[in-house]
């Protein structure tokens, strides 16, 4: 059978090499396996360097295996498996894990360490990402070729399943044919089971405790899908199949994953506050439009030596209102009475300011001024003049693409200022929220509540949050526990809304119809549904694909945030405001962030950064503090009181001392304590 051969790229993790790349020998060992002794069945298709740097690893990882079209089937990197500081390679692939294969781990670890004990300083993982297969070998040529040369054999058939190639006829021939095929002679080895390839305990993706109060002792399993809700709850996951994210990896998801901003022609009036420039903005017109005076006086003609001395007689007058065109020509020895912002007469070149004059003579009524004295020297031609187009020319690029429309600034002036009456905005998206959980009843419903009641808070805080925050909201309501229902309600709102935010059912509760319902019921995909933080660990970002009105494929967005109040308004914060701005055209997209001091020692989350609520005051030397605003239990609705601000902590043992600068993000205003 004449196969293609398998794509293989390799990823050279060294600082050094990233900087010199001739102080490389990693990359032609390995690409001498792979031909020697690959059987050739590999094709070298790629080779890049990057330096220990976690984001940097991943972006290129992510480059080769997760576009369909570069067909990647191996991945291998080099480099930074050790136990120094700056090694990293382990962590930055293990959470791009979709499985992990401990078996090419073991492969390799048991092949090194029969030629030297220090293989147990190697950290190496392996698994599948899409349907590339990735390992990590060591940086030194040596120990990179060992490693890979333990474990190439099995490679083939490793990233043809990872492929997808139908397992039926891949293992057609049995055990025994796909040694020989791998070129393994089993009666020295362990032959392996091909009924399950077992997956079964799975390293790296986390196992942060949702609250101090919360333990578990076993690790958590991958299996990207979630429950399907009609096997009922004996066959329920026991454990959110999601990988569990850093809060930057899901910004980064938020920011790739969020629908474009859609460009329309808005009318320059006060609702365009709030909203930003798709287009640069050009005036229409110049400003002033004509030859203007800025001061009150006396229009002149400047004579050559820019002398005027003696009485000159008043010939006519030129107000600010406009329509009074009859005016004649100004000759030399004659003057205009002119008030400031009134066109100047035609043939004027300077405006004498009225404090430098004095009235002598006026008409027979007296209403009217008839001659006046004025004794200056030096006068030059434009003098207390705006000429035309001296503020703004016509054509001249005002405003630009991506700017925002203030409502305290003045763009909008400057556009009326400059005759532009439509301008290309981005449309603002408008965002729905929704209550799930059979539990929930209205806020305000009458009465007292039975057993398992729960008052709805969430609904109404995280509208006011959005609104707050400049965008229309509308009020969707809570929808009851029942599948059908739920995806009705979703349907619904996703014809009326950009963007639904949805809280409540996003734990591993039994009835937790949500993230079923998006995968199985509207097609959607969810970008992630667990973030190492707290509080917040089970927010969930998806897209669901539907038509617009054009009839063309757009996506919606829906975010679910945790049930509990407290951590709905920061994980809305943190993460579905960036998702808002960047639809909006805003940019940088998110909460401000400055930097404060503790006013008192913070006690750190052990494993989890975290986002405490606080109240950030300037003190009299406009020093930003920060104070706690109590518990920060996620279900404790008192923390929400008076907190203006996210402080960012990260996980540790010890407190953070009073006097520490931390980061926080502003929520609202900071308030001035003298
Ligand atoms: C690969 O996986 C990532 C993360 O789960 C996903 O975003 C991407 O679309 C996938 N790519 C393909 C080609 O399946």
Redo the contacts with the bound molecule.
């Keep these: 059978m004449a196969e293609a051969r398998l794509k293989v790229a390799v990823l050279i993790i060294s600082t050094t090499a990233a900087k010199d790349p001739s102080t490389d020998a990693s990359q032609l060992a390995l690409s001498d396996v792979l031909d020697k002794e690959g059987g050739g069945k590999w094709e070298l298709v790629d080779t890049k360097i990057v330096s220990d740097v976690v984001t940097q690893i991943q972006r290129q990882i992510m480059l080769w295996?997760?576009?369909?079209a570069e067909n990647i089937n191996l991945i291998v990197t080099t480099g930074g498996t050790g136990f120094a500081i700056a090694d990293n390679t382990p962590e930055a692939v293990s959470a791009l894990l979709?499985k992990q294969a401990p078996g090419l781990v073991h492969g390799m670890l048991a092949a090194s360490l029969q030629v030297t004990p220090f293989a147990m300083m190697s950290r190496p993982v392996a698994g599948i990402?899409?349907k590339t297969v990735i390992v990590t070998l060591p940086g030194s040529p040596k120990g990179a070729k060992e490693n890979l040369e333990a474990i190439l054999k099995m490679l083939p058939h490793a990233c043809q399943q990872a492929a997808g190639m139908d397992s039926r006829t891949l293992h057609a021939g049995g055990v025994k044919k796909l040694e020989a095929d791998a070129g393994i002679d089993s009666s020295s080895k362990q032959s392996h089971s091909h009924a399950h390839h077992d997956h079964g305990h799975s390293h790296g993706h986390g196992h942060g405790h949702d609250h101090g109060d919360l333990v578990r002792h076993t690790s958590p399993n991958i299996d990207p899908i979630s429950n399907d809700p009609s096997l009922g709850p004996s066959r329920r996951s026991r454990e959110s199949p999601y990988p569990m994210l850093s809060v930057d990896e899901a910004l980064q998801k938020i920011k790739e994953f969020t629908p474009p901003s859609e460009v329309i022609a808005s009318k320059v009036d006060t609702s365009l506050a709030g909203r930003v420039l798709a287009e640069d903005v050009s005036a229409r017109e110049n400003v002033p439009g004509f030859r203007a005076s800025i001061v009150d006086g006396y229009a002149v003609v400047v004579p050559k030596d820019g002398k005027l001395d003696g009485v000159f007689p008043v010939v006519s007058v030129s107000h600010a209102a406009p329509g009074e065109s009859e005016v004649k020509e100004l000759k030399e020895g004659e003057i205009a009475r002119i008030t400031t912002g009134a066109p100047l007469p035609p043939g004027a070149t300077s405006v004498i300011m009225v404090e430098d004059t004095v009235l002598k003579t006026t008409t027979d009524d007296g209403k009217e001024e008839k001659g006046v004295e004025i004794h200056v020297e030096g006068v030059r031609e434009g003098e207390n003049i705006r000429e035309i187009g001296s503020d703004i020319k016509a054509d001249d690029v005002v405003l630009s693409k991506g700017e925002l429309i203030s409502a305290v600034g003045g763009e909008i002036g400057l556009m009326a200022a400059v005759g532009v009456a439509e301008v290309k905005t981005y449309r603002k998206p408008v965002v729905g929220v929704l209550s799930t959980g059979d539990e929930i009843v209205q806020h305000d419903r009458p009465g007292d509540l039975r057993l398992g009641e729960v008052r709805d808070t969430n609904r109404i805080t995280l509208m006011c949050a959005a609104r707050e925050q400049g965008f229309d909201v509308v009020d969707l309501g809570i929808a009851a526990d029942t599948s059908g229902t739920l995806e009705e309600t979703l349907r619904d709102a996703l014809r009326r809304v950009d963007l639904v935010i949805t809280s409540g059912g996003v734990s591993m509760g039994e009835l937790d119809l949500l993230k079923p319902t998006i995968e199985r019921s509207l097609g959607g995909t969810i970008h992630f549904g667990r973030v190492a933080m707290k509080p917040g660990k089970p927010t969930t970002f998806a897209t669901i694909p539907v038509k617009n009105n054009a009839g063309e494929r757009i996506s919606k967005v829906i975010f679910s945030l945790p049930g509990n109040p407290a951590s709905a308004l920061v994980t809305f914060h943190l993460f579905v405001l960036p998702s808002l701005h960047q639809m909006s055209g805003i940019s940088p997209a998110g909460l401000s962030k400055v930097p404060v001091f503790l006013a008192h020692d913070f006690t750190l989350d052990k494993a989890r950064p975290e986002y405490h609520r606080a109240l950030v005051v300037a003190d009299g030397s406009g020093r930003l503090l920060a104070t706690s605003t109590g518990g920060q239990r996620s279900s404790k609705v008192g923390s929400l009181r008076g907190a203006n601000s996210l402080l960012c902590l990260p996980s540790g043992k010890e407190p953070l001392k009073k006097g520490t600068k931390v980061d926080a993000l502003l929520m609202g205003h900071v308030r001035v304590d003298v």
């Excluded at 295996?65 to 369909?68: G, I, Q």
Aim: hydrophobic share 45%.
């Design positions: 295996a997760d576009v369909a979709h990402r899409n």
